[in-house]
């Protein structure tokens, strides 16, 4: 370890990123890249992907993802959720009507997949 940093400066120095398909998701920039083009997204649409991305492979249900992203007042606004998802989806995804990344879970929630951490 470099002398004069602290553990957790370390960790702040490194940066955190998530691949799936054409999209990289850079936390440390807060940026997300479409086949190399920055992409534009909604504050809310940023928080589901980077909440989507920190839960690979996991199903979130509309109430954890509305508690996360909206706050506790919200739990019952599943509309909410399938909105932002329709949006993130036509915004990151090839065929947004056959998703590869962004998977519905009837009747429960949303999972990401097809995904990988790169840690630099």
Request: glycine share 8%; with cysteine; hydrophobic share 40%.
């Amino acid at each position: 370890m470099a002398a004069g940093f602290f553990f957790g400066e370390v960790l702040l120095l490194r940066r955190c990123q998530y691949r799936f398909g054409d999209v990289l998701l850079d936390m440390a920039m807060q940026t997300v890249m479409y086949n190399g083009e920055s992409i534009k997204l909604t504050p809310k649409e940023y928080k589901i992907l980077i909440l989507l991305a920190k839960n690979m492979g996991k199903v979130l249900t509309h109430k954890q993802i509305l508690k996360e992203v909206w706050g506790g007042n919200y739990t019952e606004h599943a509309h909410y959720v399938r909105i932002h998802i329709a949006q993130l989806r036509h915004k990151i995804e090839k065929s947004p009507a056959q998703p590869q990344y962004i998977i519905t879970e009837n009747g429960v929630g949303y999972r990401l997949i097809n995904g990988e951490i790169v840690d630099n």
